[in-house]
């Protein structure tokens, strides 16, 4: 689908952002449209949060000046992404219905005053949010401005109120089918929580001690479910009025927090579109970008995707934004692009003047266009301008980390045996790992498809595993696959049930050749020596082996001393890797370089640490195209062939030197 988005732009890389032109008057907007062209801009995201304004009462709607902005973009030669505004309804709407307004766990009703005032499952939200969908695809579904369709803003509000408590059992009707099936599979016997009617339940709202663990389970895969069917209500709305050849899609978030299966959501969209905004400057900012690149790319089953946010100078470090360096804007977008992306868009166009996202960065910042940023802006465009034969190029790995929503969701509950159990950071740690050593990375659902393409499978956190799972991966580790499983893997199944007569699930644990029978958390700041000289912190385990299965590194104190840590098993064609307990940095580096080698899968080529090289592959298979980004501050030497489109020159026979913070892409045979 970015192919025909690409068609629409003339054949270019998507560049630009959200443009807000009800922000400002008509003198800023006769120098938006010269800017634009100035900075190479060819598509805008228009209307996410312009719902006051398209609607001001409730079913009156006021589009000349929305009819006024697309004809003047179109005549400008930009593009729209036209975005529906649910999600941030306008006052009155607050007003006339009160009760959609979100409830938070604790019982408390948020009010009007922000965004994301509104519960997905309230009936009257959904009407609003279909009927101004509906009327927008009515009157511009064929407007020759829109490109693309955008629904909503970043789904993530959940919400605990009565209307999400009826919605709830209508999704647990559906699932369990019974209140038999449900009690089994919540194990309500524990505790005297037996449910005698449908009514009685409701849901994981705060409570005394641990709730029930498949309850919020199944409220956490009933919120994402609700998200996903008003995604579809709007979409297929704006399906009804507008051709196939516009996309429709949402901007999905990559958070340290999870509310959507994100696996679902990229099956429904045209093309997957995500925000992305680093949460540390540097080196770590580059391996976050290739983090969030690599699973928008996964979660479209490989397809060219479409950055739809970043920010121009933004790095979110939690108690503050940090602003990024010279050259950042370019190369963490040409990042995006390497690892899939059909474009770079920004949030948002224009800095706003007021508003509660007054100091959020821009393309066009308070400062106006004569400024470093805007000269970074415009220099990016002239850039993304020359790369249009890249689009719709693909992005080919062999190597996967495998991501599970139900995973995290079940380690984000109350009651285990440790608070370290970081399911988001020990997948960013697994990916940083393999970024670090040069490999392009995918991630895989332990269940889903295609798992055969790749060579090694790395599964950080694989707390929760279905049977069907467990067998999967036993099934590709057979067949000849690489696989490292790592501590309090394959502990419950998809009930959140334990496993009975030792860990893993027993299909795993024939690959495996591991029975685990103890777990034993460590204190903070305790630390393990190993048998190897390397170090481990917060987990351990008791292992029993099978014949065949080695132990490659040993505990060496306490009870566990001598015991099994890290494990190799051959297994049929493949060999299964189990790490019991949480390696030191270097020990896990130098863990995933051996799986790498026994894999046999290789970096595009020798580079210096922190200088990253991607290769994207036509469909065709006549040509490539190999990204090269230096995110050091000192100059790197590649040894490399090929045309290089940012310059327009052949290199030389002895490769080219990219200066700090430098970049090329190289036009390569197939």
């Known amino acids: 689908m970015t192919g025909r988005l690409t068609a629409r732009l003339g054949g270019r890389l998507a560049f630009g952002g959200d443009y807000n032109p009800e922000q400002w008057d008509e003198a800023v907007w006769q120098e938006d449209d010269l800017l634009m062209r100035w900075a190479h801009v060819n598509l805008a995201t228009v209307g996410v949060f312009s719902w006051a304004l398209l609607e001001p009462e409730e079913g009156r709607y006021d589009f000349g000046w929305l009819d006024a902005h697309l004809d003047r973009l179109?005549?400008?030669?930009?593009?729209?992404?036209?975005?529906?505004?649910?999600?941030?309804?306008?006052?009155w709407f607050t007003l006339a219905h009160p009760d959609a307004m979100p409830v938070t766990a604790e019982g408390v009703r948020l009010t009007h005053g922000s965004r994301d005032t509104y519960c997905l499952a309230a009936p009257a939200y959904r009407r609003a949010a279909l009927r101004i969908a509906t009327a927008l695809a009515t009157r511009y579904g064929e407007h020759p401005a829109v490109a693309m369709w955008h629904v909503h803003?970043?789904?993530?509000?959940?919400?605990?109120c009565e209307h999400a408590a009826a919605a709830f059992r209508v999704w647990l009707r559906a699932r369990h089918g019974t209140l038999d099936a449900l009690n089994e599979?919540?194990?309500?016997?524990?505790?005297?929580?037996?449910?005698?009617?449908?009514?009685?339940?409701?849901?994981?709202?705060?409570?005394?001690?641990?709730?029930?663990?498949?309850?919020?389970?199944?409220?956490?895969?009933?919120?994402?479910d609700e998200a996903l069917a008003a995604?579809?209500?709007?979409?297929d709305a704006i399906r009804a009025h507008t051709t196939r050849d516009r996309p429709v899609t949402t901007n999905l978030m990559l958070p340290g927090y999870q509310v959507l299966d994100l696996w679902s959501f990229?099956?429904?969209?045209?093309?997957?579109?995500?925000?992305?905004?680093?949460?540390?400057?540097?080196?770590?900012?580059?391996?976050?970008?290739?983090?969030?690149?690599?699973?928008?790319?996964?979660?479209?089953?490989?397809?060219?995707?479409?950055?739809?946010?970043?920010?121009?100078?933004?790095?979110?470090?939690?108690?503050?934004?940090l602003p990024k360096e010279p050259g950042d804007l370019l190369r963490h977008s040409l990042a995006h692009i390497a690892h899939g992306s059909d474009g770079a868009?920004?949030?948002?166009?224009?800095?706003?003047?007021?508003?509660?996202?007054?100091?959020?960065?821009?393309?066009?910042?308070?400062?106006?266009?004569?400024?470093?940023?805007?000269?970074?802006?415009?220099?990016?465009?002239?850039?993304l301008a020359r790369l249009g034969e890249v689009a719709g190029s693909v992005v080919r790995a062999r190597a996967a980390v495998l991501h599970d929503s139900d995973c995290w969701w079940a380690l984000d509950g109350q009651g285990l045996p440790s608070a370290s159990l970081d399911y988001h950071g020990q997948l960013a740690r697994a990916h940083r790992a393999l970024w670090d050593a040069g490999i392009t990375t995918d991630f895989a659902h332990p269940a889903g498809p295609g798992l055969s393409r790749y060579r090694l499978l790395v599964a950080p956190a694989l707390?929760?595993?279905?049977?069907?799972?467990?067998?999967?991966?036993?099934?590709?580790?057979?067949?000849?696959?690489?696989?490292?499983?790592?501590?309090?893997?394959?502990?419950?199944?998809?009930?959140?049930h334990a496993r009975l007569g030792g860990y893993p699930a027993e299909p795993l644990r024939q690959a495996l050749g591991v029975r685990v029978e103890e777990f034993r958390p460590l204190p903070p700041d305790t630390t393990l020596r190993l048998s190897d000289g390397s170090t481990a912190t917060a987990w351990s385990e008791s292992l029993r082996l099978t014949a065949r299965a080695e132990a490659v590194a040993a505990y060496t104190e306490g009870m566990l001393a001598d015991r099994p840590a890290l494990t190799r098993h051959p297994y049929g064609s493949g060999t299964a890797w189990y790490a019991s307990t949480q390696l030191d940095s270097p020990a896990y580096a130098a863990l995933l370089a051996r799986l790498l080698t026994e894999a046999a899968i290789r970096p595009e080529l020798p580079l210096p640490a922190g200088v990253e090289a991607v290769r994207r592959h036509a469909p065709s298979g006549t040509a490539g195209w190999l990204f090269l980004l230096n995110h050091t501050a000192a100059p790197a030497t590649v040894r490399a062939e090929g045309h290089d489109l940012l310059t327009d020159r052949a290199l030389p026979a002895a490769g080219l030197t990219l200066p700090p913070g430098g970049a090329a892409v190289l036009r390569q045979a197939g």
């Not at 540390?280 to 490989?302: E, I, Q, V, Y």
């Open 74 to 91: 179109h005549a400008n030669g930009v593009a729209v992404d036209l975005a529906t505004p649910t999600a941030s309804p306008p006052p």
């Open 153 to 160: 803003n970043e789904y993530a509000t959940v919400c605990w």
């Open 185 to 224: 599979a919540w194990g309500t016997a524990f505790w005297s929580q037996r449910y005698g009617s449908w009514e009685e339940i409701q849901p994981p709202r705060a409570t005394q001690w641990h709730r029930n663990p498949g309850l919020a389970l199944d409220y956490r895969r009933f919120w994402s």
């Open 231 to 235: 995604y579809r209500e709007q979409r």
């Open 266 to 321: 990229g099956r429904e969209v045209d093309v997957v579109g995500i925000d992305h905004y680093p949460a540390a400057p540097g080196l770590d900012a580059a391996a976050d970008t290739a983090f969030g690149a690599d699973r928008a790319r996964s979660f479209g089953g490989g397809r060219p995707w479409l950055l739809i946010e970043q920010g121009t100078n933004t790095v979110y470090t939690g108690d503050r934004t």
């Open 345 to 383: 868009l920004f949030f948002q166009w224009r800095q706003s003047k007021a508003g509660a996202e007054l100091w959020h960065s821009a393309m066009v910042p308070h400062a106006g266009p004569d400024s470093r940023i805007f000269r970074e802006v415009a220099d990016a465009g002239a850039v």
């Open 463 to 496: 707390h929760l595993l279905s049977d069907a799972a467990a067998e999967s991966l036993r099934a590709w580790v057979h067949a000849g696959g690489t696989l490292l499983v790592q501590h309090f893997a394959g502990v419950v199944d998809e009930r959140h």
